[in-house]
C-alpha cells in the first residue's frame, strides 16, 4: 500500500465479525469494498457484538486485516479522548468517516479529538434522524437532539445524507447548513444473477431476513403470510433483539394453517444474505423505517422481488418499475393479496418479474457512477 495513498479512518460501534449491527455494517464494508482499492481504509470498532460483552475470539491486538481494510479492535474503555487523540497524532488520517448522530458512546471521545488533531469528519446518521426513528423513544430522542444544536456537538463536521428526509431534519434539528450536507446514497454489494429461474404457479417460498424487532415488522408478515390460500413457505432468518416481540411472533407462526410452512431459521454469517435471496421467489418486509435499506437492495441485487410497506424506505418507486409490490404499513389483506400474486405466476410469468428487478437495479444502483460520487465528495472534504 503506497504512502501517497489517502486515509480515510471509520468510526463504527460495531464492525465485522459482528453479526447484530445490521445496516451500517453492510455500508461500511460495502464503502471499504468499493473504495478501498482508492483510499488506504482504516477502521476504529469494539472489540464486541452489538450488546454483547465478550470480545471476539479470532483478533488480534492492532490491526487486523478484514476485507480491504485494516480494523483495529478497542474495548470500550479504548474509545477515550486521550486514547483516541494519541491514535489520530499517531496515524494522521486526511478524514474521519463516522456513523450515526445517537452513537455518542462510540463518537464523543473522537469528535474531541479530531478537533484537537485538526482532521475533518464526515458523518452519515444512518437513519438516526430519520421522522420514524426519532419516534421511537422521542422523549429521549428531541431533548438530545436541541443539547446537541446547544453546545455545539456537530459544528465544522460535513454530513453525508443517504435520503432527502435525512438533509431536511439535519437541517431541522441541528440546524446544519446546506453546504455542510452531501446527499448521496449507499453503496450496495455486487449484483449476482440467478443462473436458473423455476417457480410452480400456485406456491411461494417467501422469506424474511433482518433483525426481529418491532421496528421490522415481522409480525404483519407472519399474518400477511398465514391467511394465504396458496402453497407456502415462509422462511425467517436474523437475531432475535426484542425477546417479547418475538414471542408475540411464535404465537402468530403456530396458527399457520396447513398450506403454510413458516420457520425460524437462526441468524446468517455477514454477507450471506445475498446468497440466501437467491433461493426464494420474494422477499417480505413490512418495516416501519429504512433509511436505505440494504437488506432490500440486497434482494434486489440477487433476482429477488420485493414486497415491500409504502412510505417508509427510499425504494418508492419499486413498484412502478415492476420489481415489486409496496402495501400500506398497516394492510395487513394487502400484503396477503401481493403475495399471492407472485404466488400465482408459473415459471415464464416469474421469469418476466424477475427481467423487471433487473431492469430496475440497473436504472436505480449504478456501482461505478456512485463509486465516482464518493470519491468527489471525499476529495472536497479532504481539500
Not at 55 to 80: C, M, Q
Not at 118 to 128: C, K, N, Q, S
Not at 346 to 373: P, Q
Request: charged share 30%; net charge negative; glycine share 8%.
Amino acid at each position: 500500500m503506497g504512502d501517497c495513498m489517502k486515509k480515510i479512518m471509520v468510526f463504527i460501534g460495531v464492525y465485522l465479525p459482528g453479526k447484530k449491527y445490521g445496516g451500517p455494517v453492510t455500508s461500511i464494508r460495502n464503502f471499504t469494498e468499493a473504495l478501498g482499492d482508492d483510499y488506504s481504509v482504516r477502521i476504529v470498532t469494539t472489540n464486541h457484538d452489538f450488546c454483547e460483552r465478550e470480545a471476539y475470539k479470532d483478533i488480534n491486538e492492532g490491526w487486523n486485516r478484514v476485507g480491504k481494510a485494516d480494523v483495529l479492535y478497542l474495548p470500550d474503555e479504548g474509545l477515550s479522548f486521550e486514547n483516541l487523540k494519541g491514535l489520530l497524532e499517531e496515524e494522521r488520517p486526511d478524514i474521519i468517516y463516522a456513523s450515526g448522530v445517537m452513537n455518542i458512546k462510540v463518537n464523543h471521545g473522537m469528535f474531541k479529538a479530531a478537533k484537537a488533531v485538526g482532521i475533518p469528519i464526515l458523518l452519515a446518521p444512518r437513519g438516526d434522524i430519520c421522522d420514524n426513528a426519532i419516534n421511537i423513544k422521542r422523549w429521549k430522542k428531541i431533548p438530545f437532539l436541541t443539547v446537541s444544536r446547544i453546545t455545539k456537538l456537530f459544528d465544522g463536521m460535513y454530513f453525508q445524507a443517504t435520503a432527502e428526509e435525512e438533509r431536511t431534519n439535519l437541517k431541522k434539528y441541528l440546524k446544519i447548513p446546506d453546504d455542510r450536507i452531501f446527499l448521496l446514497q449507499n453503496i450496495s454489494a455486487e449484483q449476482v444473477l440467478k443462473t436458473d429461474i423455476k417457480k410452480n404457479a400456485g406456491s411461494l417460498r417467501a422469506v424474511f431476513i433482518s433483525r426481529i424487532h418491532m421496528k421490522k415488522n415481522l409480525l404483519a408478515a407472519i399474518q400477511a403470510v398465514n391467511a394465504m390460500t396458496s402453497e407456502v413457505t415462509f422462511d425467517i432468518f436474523g437475531p432475535v433483539e426484542e425477546e417479547e416481540y418475538y414471542e408475540k411472533c411464535k404465537e402468530e407462526m403456530e396458527k399457520a394453517p396447513k398450506n403454510v410452512k413458516v420457520s425460524y431459521k437462526g441468524m446468517l454469517k455477514p454477507g450471506e444474505a445475498g446468497e440466501k435471496f437467491s433461493e426464494y421467489d420474494c422477499f417480505v418486509f413490512p418495516t416501519l423505517t429504512e433509511n436505505y435499506g440494504h437488506v432490500i437492495a440486497e434482494a434486489l441485487m440477487h433476482d429477488c422481488p420485493v414486497v415491500l410497506s409504502k412510505g417508509t424506505t427510499p425504494w418508492e418507486d419499486l413498484e412502478s418499475e415492476g420489481a415489486g409490490y409496496l402495501v400500506e404499513l398497516t394492510d395487513i389483506e394487502g400484503y396477503t393479496a401481493a403475495l399471492e400474486k407472485i404466488a400465482a405466476l408459473d415459471g415464464a410469468e416469474y421469469k418476466e418479474l424477475v427481467d423487471r428487478v433487473r431492469g430496475y437495479v440497473d436504472k436505480k444502483i449504478s456501482l461505478k457512477d456512485l463509486r465516482n460520487k464518493y470519491k468527489e465528495m471525499l476529495e472536497e472534504i479532504m481539500q
